[in-house]
């Protein structure tokens, strides 16, 4: 399975600079788009968490390039939050862009009511988290297994 975690770079200063409607509406484009991408690419949004969205692709349907759909995902979410953005930058006066972490491997989904610990668990899960939270404004990193699934298909740079 695949996870992507995405998150708004700068959200915060507009959370203090905007009105609180104009944040409601800027999150909920954000998470309108964010939804229909990921559901076009095979993907599962688990979580809406403040400004950052969990998604699952290759649960509960696995495809042999989910973490491939994953990328493209994260991809398109960037441009369409970038699409958002001058209108509310303008109101607020500052900058605002998604940053992504997407790691591969192995994990346990839940979805059973009865399950206290809903969503996808594991370290893989830690690490696509890691990976969110190091990636600059506009960036996506991804991890070692999900560049190998994703071969030749995409421009990538070695971080270390």
């Given at each position: 399975?695949?996870?992507?975690?995405?998150?708004?770079?700068?959200?915060?200063?507009?959370?203090?600079?905007?009105?609180?409607?104009?944040?409601?509406?800027?999150?909920?484009?954000?998470?309108?788009?964010?939804?229909?991408?990921?559901?076009?690419?095979?993907?599962?949004?688990?979580?809406?968490?403040?400004?950052?969205?969990?998604?699952?692709?290759?649960?509960?349907?696995?495809?042999?390039?989910?973490?491939?759909?994953?990328?493209?995902?994260?991809?398109?979410l960037h441009e369409a939050v970038d699409e958002?953005?001058?209108?509310?930058?303008?109101?607020?006066?500052?900058?605002?862009?998604?940053?992504?972490?997407?790691?591969?491997?192995?994990?346990?989904?839940?979805?059973?009511?009865?399950?206290?610990?809903?969503?996808?668990?594991?370290?893989?899960?830690?690490?696509?988290?890691?990976?969110?939270g190091k990636a600059q404004s506009g960036e996506?990193?991804?991890?070692?297994?999900?560049?190998?699934?994703?071969?030749?298909?995409f421009e990538l740079t070695d971080l270390g």
């Amino acid at each position: 399975m695949t996870v992507l975690f995405s998150d708004a770079s700068g959200y915060t200063t507009l959370a203090e600079t905007l009105d609180p409607e104009l944040v409601r509406e800027l999150m909920g484009a954000i998470y309108s788009k964010a939804s229909d991408i990921i559901n076009r690419y095979g993907g599962r949004v688990d979580k809406l968490m403040g400004d950052a969205v969990l998604a699952v692709f290759g649960d509960p349907v696995a495809h042999e390039d989910d973490a491939e759909r994953a990328v493209r995902a994260a991809i398109e979410l960037h441009e369409a939050v970038d699409e958002l953005r001058p209108r509310f930058e303008a109101a607020a006066g500052t900058s605002f862009e998604m940053h992504s972490g997407i790691n591969t491997g192995v994990i346990v989904t839940s979805d059973m009511e009865s399950d206290r610990l809903s969503g996808p668990l594991g370290d893989m899960v830690n690490v696509a988290a890691r990976l969110q939270g190091k990636a600059q404004s506009g960036e996506i990193l991804i991890g070692p297994d999900t560049a190998r699934l994703i071969g030749p298909r995409f421009e990538l740079t070695d971080l270390g």
